[in-house]
């Protein structure tokens, strides 16, 4: 054991340059796996965090199942179940702040608490001030209290006054009592009696959460279920909901993302395949003189495969401390943008055990499994044949089989897509290239043959040596091309499916926003978060000067299958005429004036995708009143909800079952004709009376929606980017490799009169033509990647117009030629310097 | 009593047109403690005997007793064993690993066989120093000259008492003066170690170093001589008409 070590360690120190590019094609790979897993976690827990911090040290927290709001009496039927001590009921809401509020957060939740029962089910340990009391309920006084942490975040002293936006505009508050508690961020509380909450949020006296005591020693199994037994099904008891649309959009991003490092990973393998090969037949010698003096076939395996361990525990360690890097870098640049959409507080770099533990593996198994097949056909090679002189090729028979078997696989992902299973398709595009990667050698000639005839037009004689030397050694050429395609394919398709996805939104946008001016708060996608306006904003939208139509959005939430749904509701009428949907196929307008009946709901595509009903079909939807039916009429998007599975319902409805009254989002027209400046400075000051409001006028709208895609553009530029350098590492590896082996032959081609020039020239037409061979590959297989991954954006519900992707391949192309010519840079100089007496000597 | 014996020896390589006998039953004893020198024209088929009775290779007819036991049986792992505890060799070329040093080299078969690193590496020191490298263990092979990569690969071959020593063409790439050396060398092993010593050469100054010339032409022993001196090897190679 420890021999083989030795050897491995000595082997790998001595051969510093390629060990260096070998490890660093490890190091990007784990680096992408490990760096991205790590932003997601973070934002994940704190969405988790933001909704769990409600539970507290409660005994028991009972919410609504639909997260709504419910009726108070439920509180006694839960304070009349056995085992239960007290019970108090609060409501809950996240707000947001304007940026111009004078207070240094971006959202704070409000909890209005009964004084005289809260203090009995939970703590509320004083630092300064008072408690709240039962005399602020009168509405004069207006006292509030938070944890002395977010007092001083704030800039609050005790006594101080502050103001909240509320359904009337805004709340003044006067900070009467400072709390021993823990600001969790994202979920920093301001806490006032449950009246003035109620007032704040125009609910009426509905509360959102019910907290219990237990008795002491009681089963708290027991008493649970009994709680549950006392009130149904339409409540959550325990913890609050976690689950929701977005943590599963982050889920899936996650998937993705580990697809990516996955095929960075692949193209590290094929770096490791070929470092390996060269290694294992540059060492035949020793090998054999090993193999001689006693060494058995399991001790060169294992020095081989220890060699590939160590460097992949190499690679793997540098890649975890870039991806650490990296995540912080993308973390920031991410945060910003999350911020601006979802208003999420600021999130930390998480890793996951799981996330150590697939980057681990992956980054240390795919080079061992890469040095695998190397490593055992040095163990095959007996001490004689490595004690010969004579080198001859031992991959020229497996190539031809394995590149059959690749040529099968590519058989079976074509029909793969053409199955039309979007879930097919997917596995198809991996089966696609790793039968491009296997297929390679044998297409490493024809193809070879083909594209020298275009560089042999320009350097005649080298372009011709340069092909020889790749078809002699096909395995080598093969591996190298497969990274490049690998590369050349994440750019078409990442570069494809963002121009498709843009224009996608595009479309949406113009159709849904058709409208001259948009009212909407500052956190637009977190439900549950948004302070709604009272009738008040919308009449006073409606009686500017120069305003035509207008129309309202309201939002609820309910549960399906375990999973948070967003409903949304509208005026079907008014929303018809001032906006509108982009309806899916078998939908039209008809379906929206059947929304006017009660027990109708119209879903949106990703709703549809996710749950699989679709026009026609009926959902029991669990409402704060109770379990309800509804049909689904029609399905149709609109740019706002695209992204998150909603229902839609009218107004009515949704007061009716719901009890939602506020409006969230205001869409007005300006009426023909009028002056449309003056319209929106009249909007823009009774906005400014509403702070958790602002206001858009479509142009200005569509610039920021355009500035935040432009944002996500750059992101997928700079990751293809980084998903480009393993290519030219597979290229530099390779070409290092070839004139290293060669060193002789250019000694002699030296020697019978080849001038430096002619040498450089045979290196660059080298590395010309292994691109060639990986853009042809890899154009194809991209191309494939972009249109399956559109398929796969279509299942999710989001139709998205399919685009040819002509820049990613013009992108792909310019990457792939002067990553080619930067590669042959340094070896083809090496070449060319090469000693022409030492070159012959050389073994 | 014999510690090495070829029966019948017999190796083909090829078929039909490209079918070469290299080795024609082949039969040869040798004694403990025996230096045997092996000459002949090139392609006579030296290497070929020395790689089968060193279990490099297999036979295609007949057998090869070593210790008492016909190794041309033996499987993979068992050859393996065999030339890691009783046999040693010599190359003319590539004979140590280049990433190693001297010591390392020396101590490689005690090490592959599951002697600690220290004791080998120690074990390896003196027989360093038995054969004249005393001061040069820590260095690689690059930075030693051919003799001494030489007297490495000598130190290699006896570290683990081998019952026989292979050595093909040892001085075939040295200066004579080195070449003189090796030879002296071998001649030491063979006459005050008692080892026996089967060598290849070209250079009849090498081969008069040892006890018993053996001829071969055309995969054949054509002539066995003992020799006692000098004058009676340069007879016997007259007689093979090398001279
Ligand atoms: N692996 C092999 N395949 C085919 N022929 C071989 C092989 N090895 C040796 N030979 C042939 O066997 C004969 C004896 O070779 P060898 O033992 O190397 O001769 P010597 O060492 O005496 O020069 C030669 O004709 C050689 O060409
Ligand atoms: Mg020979």
Redesign the interface.
């Known amino acids: 054991m ?2 083989q070590l ?2 491995a360690a ?2 790998l120190a ?1 051969r510093k340059l390629r060990t260096t590019l070998t490890t660093l094609a490890i190091v990007l790979g784990v680096m992408v796996i490990f760096g991205l897993n790590g932003i997601l976690p973070g934002m994940i827990q704190s969405i988790q965090q933001v909704m769990l911090a409600s539970v507290g040290q409660v005994d028991l927290s009972i919410t609504s199942a639909s997260s709504g709001t419910f009726e108070p009496s439920v509180a006694q039927a839960v304070a009349r179940v056995e085992g239960v001590r007290a019970v108090s009921p609060a409501l809950r809401r996240t707000i947001a702040l304007p940026r111009d509020s004078g207070l240094d957060a971006s959202a704070l939740v409000v909890v209005g608490i009964d004084p005289v029962t809260a203090p009995h089910v939970r703590p509320y340990p004083l630092a300064a001030g008072r408690m709240l009391r039962p005399s602020d309920e009168s509405g004069m006084r207006t006292a509030a209290m938070m944890s002395r942490e977010l007092a001083d975040k704030l800039g609050l002293r005790l006594g101080e006054r502050f103001k909240l936006p509320s359904a009337s505009g805004t709340t003044v508050l006067e900070l009467v009592g400072m709390l021993d508690t823990p600001a969790l961020p994202g979920s920093e509380e301001v806490i006032v009696s449950l009246p003035m909450a109620q007032r704040m949020f125009d609910v009426g006296d509905r509360i959102s959460e019910i907290d219990a005591g237990f008795v002491s020693g009681a089963d708290r199994e027991a008493v649970q279920r009994a709680v549950r037994r006392a009130i149904g099904p339409d409540y959550i008891v325990g913890a609050v909901q976690t689950e929701s649309p977005l943590s599963a959009g982050f889920e899936a991003a996650s998937f993705i993302m580990n697809t990516i490092g996955v095929f960075a990973l692949a193209m590290g393998g094929f770096i490791i395949l070929n470092t390996f090969r060269t290694i294992v037949s540059e060492r035949r ?2 090998i ?10 399991r ?1 060169i395996l294992g020095m081989f495969l220890l060699e590939s361990l160590m460097q992949g525990l190499l690679g793997t360690g540098l890649g975890l401390l870039a991806g650490y890097g990296l995540a912080i870098v993308a973390n920031n640049a991410l945060g910003r943008m999350v911020e601006q959409i979802i208003n999420l507080p600021p999130t930390d770099v998480r890793f996951t055990p799981s996330t150590w533990v697939t980057a681990i593996i992956l980054g240390v198994g795919v080079t061992v499994l890469a040095a695998l097949v190397p490593a055992r056909a040095a163990a095959r090679i ?3 044949e490595a ?1 010969r ?1 004579a080198i001859g090729d031992v991959y020229e028979a497996a190539a031809t089989k394995r590149g059959w078997a690749g040529l099968a696989l590519v058989a079976v992902a074509v029909a793969g897509l053409l199955s039309g299973n979007t879930g097919l398709a997917g596995l198809s595009v991996v089966l696609l290239l790793a039968g491009l990667a296997l297929g390679s050698s044998v297409a490493v000639r024809p193809l070879s043959d083909f594209f020298s005839r275009a560089i042999e037009l320009v350097y005649r004689s080298e372009g011709g040596v340069a092909r020889a030397n790749l078809q002699r050694n096909p395995g080598r050429a093969a591996a190298t091309a497969s990274a490049v395609m690998i590369s050349i394919a994440l750019i078409v398709a990442l570069v494809g499916t963002i121009t498709s996805t843009i224009e996608g939104f595009g479309v949406y946008a113009e159709k849904s926003t058709g409208t001259d001016y948009l009212i909407l708060p500052q956190n637009l996608l977190l439900g549950g978060g948004t302070v709604g306006a009272g009738p008040e904003l919308r009449a006073r939208v409606q009686d500017t000067p120069g305003i035509g139509d207008v129309a309202t959005l309201r939002f609820a939430n309910t549960v399906l299958n375990g999973t948070a749904v967003q409903v949304v509701g509208i005026d079907p009428k008014e929303y018809g005429r001032i906006a509108g949907f982009e309806y899916s196929k078998g939908s039209s307008e008809a379906d929206l004036t059947r929304l006017e009946r009660d027990g109708t709901v119209l879903a949106n595509g990703v709703f549809t995708a996710q749950y699989g009903s679709g026009r026609g079909d009926t959902l029991r939807l669990p409402t704060p009143s109770g379990e309800k039916r509804f049909r689904v009429v029609g399905v149709g998007n609109d740019y706002i909800n695209a992204k998150i599975p909603t229902l839609y319902v009218s107004q009515a409805a949704l007061e009716r079952w719901w009890g939602v009254t506020t409006d969230v989002l205001i869409l007005a027209d300006a009426r023909p004709g009028s002056d449309k400046a003056a319209a929106l400075r009249e909007l823009t000051k009774t906005v400014a009376e509403f702070p958790s409001f602002a206001l858009y006028d479509t142009a200005s709208w569509r610039k920021v929606q355009a500035d935040l895609y432009a944002q996500m553009e750059s992101i997928y530029y700079v990751l293809a980017l980084i998903l480009a350098i393993p290519s030219l590492l597979a290229l530099l590896n390779t070409l290092t490799i070839g004139v290293l082996a060669r060193t002789r032959e250019i000694g002699m081609l030296r020697a019978v009169g080849g001038t430096r020039k002619q040498i450089k020239r045979i290196v660059l037409s080298e590395s010309l033509l292994l691109a060639a061979l990986g853009l042809s590959a890899g154009l194809i297989a991209g191309v494939w990647l972009g249109y399956v991954m559109i398929l796969a954006v279509e299942g999710l519900g989001l139709a998205m117009p399919y685009r040819f992707p002509g820049v990613g391949i013009a992108l792909a192309v310019a990457v792939g030629l002067s990553f080619a010519a930067l590669a042959a840079l340094i070896p083809a100089r090496q070449a060319a310097k090469l000693d022409v007496i030492r070159a012959l000597r050389y073994e | 009593m014999t510690i090495a014996e070829t029966r019948g020896l017999t190796k083909i390589y090829g078929a039909g047109e490209t079918r070469v006998v290299a080795l024609d039953h082949v039969d040869l004893a040798i004694e403990p403690g025996e230096f045997v020198a092996v000459m002949g024209p090139s392609g006579c088929g030296k290497s070929t005997l020395l ?1 089968l009775m ?1 279990g ?2 297999t036979p295609t007819e007949g057998s090869v007793v070593l210790d008492g036991r016909d190794i041309a049986a033996m499987s ?2 068992e050859l ?2 065999v ?3 009783r046999i040693g ?1 010599v ?1 003319q ?8 040093t001297a010591a ?1 080299n020396a101590s ?2 005690l ?3 599951g002697v600690p ?1 220290k004791e080998a590496l120690g074990r390896a020191e003196e027989m360093l120093a038995k054969v004249g490298l005393t001061h040069r263990s820590g260095s690689r092979p690059d930075q030693l000259s051919g003799g001494q990569q030489q007297r490495v690969a000598v130190a ?1 071959a006896l570290i683990t008492d081998p019952a026989l020593v292979l050595a093909d063409e040892p001085t075939g790439n040295l200066d004579s003066r080195s070449s003189e050396e090796i030879a002296g060398l071998l001649r030491q092993v063979s006459g005050e170690w008692g080892r026996a010593i089967l060598m290849v050469t070209h250079d009849p100054r090498i081969a008069a170093h040892a006890d018993r010339i053996v001829f071969m032409r055309d995969g054949r022993i054509v002539d066995d001589t003992r020799i006692a001196n000098s004058d009676s090897a340069r007879d016997a190679m007259e007689r093979a008409g090398l001279l």
């Open positions: 420890s021999i030795r050897l000595r082997y001595g010698h020793d054999g003189m090993l193999r001689a003096v006693g060494a058995s076939r001790t007996t001490p004689l004690l002189p | 790689n060193g490099l290779d993979d792992d393996t064993s030339r890691r505890k060799f190359f070329f590539f004979n140590l690993i280049p990433v190693l390392e490689l078969p090490v592959l066989d690193p290699r």
